[in-house]
């Protein structure tokens, strides 16, 4: 029996997806093995991967001056590509929301000193809150703006860019680490530059990396890094100068055709707020037994941390939830408490049975 999984990531994946690879495992629509057996460059894995494109262009409404990539290495990597690719001997802005957006700047600072810039950061307020645009100091002349739109760890999300302020800067690109919240709502692909994301959340298994890339910043990548590393040899070569990670992508195709069939990505927003305000709306009706600390305009939809009154409580919330068959509640260990991941996956039913049980809980320890 399958339980709710509340897992940060790997995540839960639907149960129709995982019901159709198990279908498909030995023998793909006939073909007398499975899409992990297959050539990447074979006849009938090049028409999945062109399906898979296909229909990621359809939910997103990614024009054709965007590349999309399919990468490996997890945004980890994507923290050092990223800059290798683009910074083209320029400086970047970066706003520190959160462990993620931290990790990135860390990570640029490594390979290019002060050429990588935090332009802002909310770590006075314990990264509860998003940067108050105030406190920036950008430059118009940057090569990109870099922020993490969904921190995983922490549960700050950026709904509007209107919330960045004046870091929103004509002709500064934005990139965007949308490795937890990606597909959750519609957004504007055009008004980003570049937006990358670990596929272990909302698209698919791990092992896969998804780039979104405006084609006029591909090609500015110096000639030091491995071929391996730069935008434009994978674009050039679709996403396979060498192996791919086929099956991940694979799988990651038939999340992007589960969510076209629940109605694309307006549907699945419509779901994913109501997730979000039943299990805030526990949290903050709990007469403080449970605490959300996070700015309620950067609440995020994915991950909701929160704390249990007596710290005392916490093994046996995890305990007796594990029992309940509530999957993965136990917090990061940089934050502590709980942490509720309630990806697109996680359907409304799993929401309401974990809400259940903290009411439950409540009551018999409140």
Known sequence: MRHWNFAAGPATIPLAVLEQVREELPDWHG????????SHRGKIYTGIYEQVVADLRKLMDIPEDYAILFLQGGATLQFSQIPMNILDGGSADYLTTGAWSEKAVKAGQRLYGDAIR???????????????????????????????????????????????????????PLVADMSSNILSRPINVRDYGLIYAG???????????????????????????????????????????????????????LVFQWLLKQGGLPAIAKINEAKAELLYKTIDGSGGFYTNNIATDCRSWMNVPFTLKDKALDPIFLEESDKAGLLALKGHKLVGGMRASIYNAMPLAGVQALVAFMNDFMRRHG
């Open 31 to 38: 073909a007398g093995c499975g899409v992990m057996e297959m």
């Open 199 to 253: 596929a272990q959340k909302n698209i698919g298994p791990a092992g896969v990396t998804l780039v979104i890339v405006r084609k006029d910043l591909l090609g500015k990548a110096s000639k030091a890094i491995p071929a391996l590393m730069d935008y434009a040899e994978q674009e050039k070569n679709t996403s396979m100068l060498n192996t791919p990670p086929t099956f991940g992508i694979y799988m990651s195709g």
């Open 118 to 172: 935090e332009a802002g950061t909310s770590a006075a307020s314990a990264f509860t809150r998003l940067v108050d645009p105030a406190t920036m100091t950008l430059n118009p002349k940057a090569k990109y703006l870099h922020f993490c739109s969904n921190e995983t760890i922490g549960g700050v999300e950026v709904f509007d860019l209107k919330q960045l302020g004046g870091a929103v800067q004509k002709d500064v």
